[in-house]
């Protein structure tokens, strides 16, 4: 879950200089997590002022300790990542106080992070209706536990060292139950959410960034990577607390050439090689871009997004709706895309549609540098997560780039070529596809509307019913799979809201559904 977030938060404080330490509190659990384990490993690289606490209450849910690991001591896990890992009695206040003091002091001293374990209990459910005992744990465990509650610990401490009187502690208690009592009373007394708010804080509002004025007409040709390089090199010129986290995207250039001169300029800590552990650094990056520093997160090849679903889909993409629009996530995750000579079918895939159907993402998909460069530079001033896809067989085109400052804003389709018998809706290679193919129906007195989609979420509906308006005939055509795809999506839209103008049945052209396959003759069948 959130372990991640916390080694961003580090990296984010360090970035804009201040001596803030994050840190993450998880049960004994989440030790067992590839979370844990990657996000360790990252924030000690990176020397990042972060401390975990692991709560170790004994069960994961209902499963005890010693049954989900050969290794209970989960502090010395630290020392695999070489970081330091304490336990402590985590029902001594004073113990803990004085291992989190140590840990704080050595965040911001600049010498790392700390993982601290603290030896607890857990005296009710997992969840409500987990029974506490009788199940999995006895009567006489959870008595013997409570005579170690660190509250009244606390207590018997300060009154044997003569550091409290008992009125003065009992007062103290009365304060907090008067405190709770008024919360809960207030909270009970408060009216429920009105149902018109809840599309509220699903997307930031406004869903744009301040647009500048067109494009200057003025254009200079430039190949896609250089124009997408020179969109990202301007930005963190412009934003100083911009970061870029990748395998090899420092020093290197990047697996494509496409983040070459980058490290160059802007140096190794902002320009972050990682380790291959895409669920930490995606992780990393949503901490850092919530709290000041935005981030891209470059996955190399959209197949390997999949590691870090879960902090894509259940963290970046609903962290707005869940903190009421108190925090955003305006992170950019960049990665290759579609289908290139002997791949394979690890690295091939156009799986865009699997995170358009997730409230909260921003999916960009374009086929040319300009837009590419367009749709970077808002993705890097907007608010909300967004999924910035380069198609691999478009890295090496080329094509016109407006001079200056050009942002393209989402959820604006382009209208490619203009025609009037048939609409043809595409993006990324599949609409350089649709050109050429337009191109070839025109010889034969078939004149094709062309629509480059820019963006499939939010998806610019109106520009194709205009369209089909025109037409009245469509054909989506898409590199991703025809099931729960982005062609049914389309084809339902344009159903019910222009049905009455169409003249045929809407059309769907999809790769087949197959893993890609290695064998020449087999990739050409696809």
């Known amino acids: 879950g959130g372990i991640p977030s916390a080694v961003g938060l580090g990296l984010s404080a360090l970035t804009r200089g201040t001596d803030q330490v994050a840190v993450s509190f998880f049960g004994d659990g989440a030790s067992n997590l590839g979370a844990f384990h990657e996000s360790l490993n990252f924030a000690g690289i990176q020397n990042a002022p972060v401390i975990f606490v692991c709560e170790n209450n004994l069960y994961a849910t209902a499963t005890p300790l010693a049954m989900?690991?050969?290794?209970?001591?989960?502090?010395?896990?630290?020392?695999?990542?070489?970081i330091p890992g304490v336990a402590d009695d985590g029902n001594d206040v004073i113990a803990v106080w004085k291992v989190a003091r140590e840990a704080v002091r050595r965040a911001r001293a600049g010498e790392g992070p700390t993982l601290i374990e603290s030896k607890t209990y857990r005296m009710v459910g997992h969840h409500e209706g987990?029974?506490?005992?009788?199940?999995?744990?006895?009567?006489?465990?959870?008595?013997?536990?409570?005579?170690?509650?660190?509250?009244?610990?606390?207590?018997?401490?300060?009154?044997e060292c003569w550091l409290a009187e008992a009125a003065?502690?009992?007062?103290?208690?009365?304060?907090?139950?008067?405190?709770?009592?008024e919360a809960v009373d207030y909270a009970k007394a408060s009216p429920p959410p009105d149902p018109a708010t809840v599309h509220r804080h699903v997307f930031a509002e406004p869903l744009h960034p301040p647009m500048p004025p067109s494009a200057s007409p003025e254009t200079v040709v430039q190949g896609w990577m250089d124009a997408v390089r020179d969109g990202i090199a301007e930005e963190m010129r412009r934003d100083p607390h911009i970061l870029y986290l990748g395998e090899g995207t420092g020093e290197r250039g990047g697996t494509f050439g496409h983040t070459k001169g980058l490290w160059q300029e802007f140096g190794p800590r902002r320009m972050i090689d990682t380790?291959?552990?895409?669920?930490?650094?995606?992780?990393?990056?949503?901490?850092?871009?919530?709290?000041?520093?935005?981030?891209?997160?470059?996955?190399?090849?959209?197949?390997?997004?999949?590691?870090?679903?879960?902090?894509?889909a259940l963290q970046a993409a609903k962290l707005r709706y869940m903190s009421n629009g108190q925090v955003g996530v305006p992170m950019v995750i960049r990665a290759g895309v579609g289908m290139i000579k002997q791949t394979g079918p690890h690295h091939s895939g156009s799986y865009y549609p699997v995170w358009a159907h997730c409230p909260g993402l921003i999916v960009a998909v374009a086929?040319?540098?300009?837009?590419?460069?367009?749709?970077?530079?808002?993705?890097?001033?907007?608010?909300?997560?967004?999924?910035?896809?380069?198609h691999k067989v478009?890295?090496?085109?080329?094509?016109?780039?407006?001079?200056?400052?050009?942002?393209?804003?989402?959820?604006?389709?382009?209208?490619?070529?203009?025609?009037?018998?048939?609409?043809?809706?595409?993006?990324?290679?599949?609409?350089?596809?649709?050109?050429?193919a337009a191109q070839r129906l025109a010889q034969e007195g078939i004149s094709c509307d062309v629509i480059d989609l820019r963006t499939v979420q939010p998806l610019d509906t109106e520009t194709i019913v205009a369209s089909v308006a025109k037409t009245g005939r469509l054909l989506v055509v898409d590199e991703a799979f025809a099931m729960c795809g982005l062609g049914g999506e389309i084809a339902a839209r344009i159903m019910e809201d222009a049905f009455d103008e169409l003249d045929a049945p809407v059309g769907r052209l999809h790769v087949d559904p197959v893993a890609h396959p290695f064998a020449p003759a087999l990739e050409d069948a696809i």
């Open 68 to 82: 989900t690991t050969r290794n209970p001591e989960i502090a010395t896990r630290a020392a695999a990542y070489g």
């Open 130 to 159: 987990d029974p506490v005992v009788g199940c999995y744990r006895t009567q006489e465990e959870m008595d013997a536990w409570a005579l170690r509650c660190p509250l009244l610990r606390l207590k018997n401490l300060l009154l």
């Open 168 to 181: 003065e502690i009992e007062a103290i208690e009365a304060d907090v139950e008067r405190e709770v009592k």
């Open 275 to 312: 380790p291959i552990s895409e669920l930490g650094f995606t992780g990393a990056a949503i901490g850092a871009s919530a709290s000041g520093c935005r981030t891209i997160a470059d996955l190399m090849f959209l197949d390997f997004l999949f590691d870090a679903g879960g902090q894509v």
């Open 367 to 390: 086929s040319n540098p300009a837009d590419a460069k367009g749709l970077m530079k808002t993705a890097l001033r907007a608010s909300d997560p967004v999924i910035f896809l380069d």
């Open 394 to 436: 478009l890295l090496s085109s080329k094509g016109p780039v407006p001079v200056g400052e050009h942002l393209v804003p989402f959820g604006v389709a382009r209208v490619a070529r203009e025609g009037t018998d048939l609409s043809i809706v595409a993006c990324g290679l599949a609409l350089c596809r649709s050109l050429e």
